[in-house]
């Protein structure tokens, strides 16, 4: 099935949960990453959505959108119109504010991200994704679909192992 998600020492940098941050959406309302807990989240500042989402639909995995145009430009530049473009693509997730992922201008969340998984900066749009658990534990994703399957299978192996137990 593939390999599985890098993850390496919890809260490097002393942040706190990835449950407690928030961020600002492309409508300019704040999202509590609260909202999440229980779901699979994939994070990332786009693709594969579709299909995704067909698979496992929203109930159970959830989608953010971290639009940026510091990949050559490539992104539009008003959240009105990324919103548009990710409506015309039936985009299943949640869009967050259009700005930087890279740096200290990125966002609360995906700092937090890159200090749990010890990642860099992504050199390339498409490059930059990470899941996080049902128990919000932060990966690196190495095989996105076998990534994202075993992580819905964790609270279902947990059950069986009460069950077990009992």
């Not at 109930?59 to 430009?73: A, M, T, V, Y």
């Not at 992104?75 to 700005?99: C, R, T, V, W, Y």
């Amino acid at each position: 099935m593939g390999s599985s998600s890098t993850k390496l020492a919890a809260s490097k940098k002393g942040m706190t949960s990835f449950y407690s941050l928030t961020a600002v959406t492309s409508d300019g309302s704040i999202k509590k990453m609260e909202d999440f807990r229980g779901k699979v989240v994939y994070a990332t500042n786009y693709a594969q959505f579709a299909s995704l989402h067909e698979r496992w639909g929203g109930d159970k995995l959830s989608i953010l959108g971290f639009p940026s145009r510091e990949f050559g430009w490539q992104e539009f530049e008003k959240d009105e119109e990324i919103q548009e473009f990710a409506k015309s693509k039936n985009f299943p997730g949640i869009l967050m504010k259009l700005g930087k992922i890279k740096g200290d201008e990125a966002p609360e969340v995906w700092k937090f991200f890159k200090d749990e998984t010890g990642a860099s900066d992504p050199m390339w749009n498409f490059r930059g994704k990470f899941l996080v658990s049902k128990n919000g534990e932060v990966s690196v994703p190495t095989d996105l679909e076998a990534d994202i399957e075993r992580l819905m299978e964790e609270d279902i192996k947990e059950v069986i192992k009460e069950v077990i137990k009992e």
